[in-house]
T-cell receptor, first 117, second 111 residues
Framework: DGGITQSPKYLFRKEGQNVTLSCEQN?????MYWYRQDPGQGLRLIYY???????QKGDIAEGYSVSREKKESFPLTVTSAQKNPTAFYLC????????????????FGPGTRLTVL | DAKTTQPPSMDCAEGRAANLPCNHS???????VYWYRQIHSQGPQYIIH???NNETNEMASLIITEDRKSSTLILPHATLRDTAVYYC????????????FGSGTKLNVKP
């Protein structure tokens, strides 16, 4: 089945530790995204990548880093510089522009819930 | 991108149609209306999108007013599994950093 996988589903980390969240897609999508969701809130964009070896900061990139070495993979590292990392993290992907009339529907993974102890 | 306004919550009886409204009075001509839903502790699920014509798929129907200032998502026969937060988003396609999910509408489907 085509889709987006995120691992692990639950992640616990001690303060001061870096942690990497995995996101893999087999939809052959060029663009990938990372969002953060806090309880009762909407999604906020952390980073996005339109193509391999390129990525851009979103609205809340401080304390996070990403890499895009392969089309299928877009891992997110939550660094010790992120002051309040406990949250639900969502990865998404979409196609790039194919034609003027097309749209870029984003498809989401199941999410990783990160808790800092 | 245009802002959207949705009621914070709605109730619907199981088997009845659920009509979820969204106001986007400042929408511009090239902005699409997207609907997603999020079941508790899962990733958002794409439902439907449209520009100005009404749209229907296997999940739902999207009715956009002629002036495009508001829209309604219709779930024709709601089930308990449709209980979720529903998000209405307006945006220009391929503005990669402009996909804003607000607080949405919590739909409670009751037996």
């Amino acid at each position: 089945d085509g889709g987006i996988t995120q691992s692990p589903k639950y992640l616990f980390r001690k303060e001061g530790q870096n942690v990497t969240l995995s996101c893999e897609q087999n939809l052959n999508h060029d663009a990938m995204y990372w969002y953060r969701q806090d309880p009762g809130q909407g999604l906020r964009l952390i980073y996005y990548s339109q193509i391999v070896n390129d990525f851009q900061k979103g609205d809340i990139a401080e304390g996070y880093s990403v890499s895009r070495e392969k089309k299928e993979s877009f891992p997110l590292t939550v660094t010790s510089a992120q002051k309040n990392p406990t949250a639900f993290y969502l990865c998404a992907s979409s196609i790039r522009r194919l034609a003027a009339a097309s749209t870029d529907t984003q498809y989401f993974g199941p999410g990783t819930r990160l808790t800092v102890l | 991108d245009a802002k959207t306004t949705q009621p914070p919550s709605m109730d619907c009886a199981e088997g009845r149609a659920a009509n979820l409204p969204c106001n986007h009075s400042t929408i511009s001509g090239n902005e699409y209306v997207y609907w997603y839903r999020q079941i508790h502790s899962q990733g958002p699920q794409y439902i439907i999108h449209g520009l100005k014509n009404n749209e229907t798929n296997e999940m739902a129907s999207l009715i956009i007013t002629e002036d495009r200032k508001s829209s309604t998502l219709i779930l024709p026969h709601a089930t308990l599994r449709d209980t979720a937060v529903y998000y209405c988003i307006v945006r220009v396609p391929y503005n990669f950093n402009k996909f804003y999910f607000g607080s949405g509408t919590k739909l409670n489907v009751k037996p």
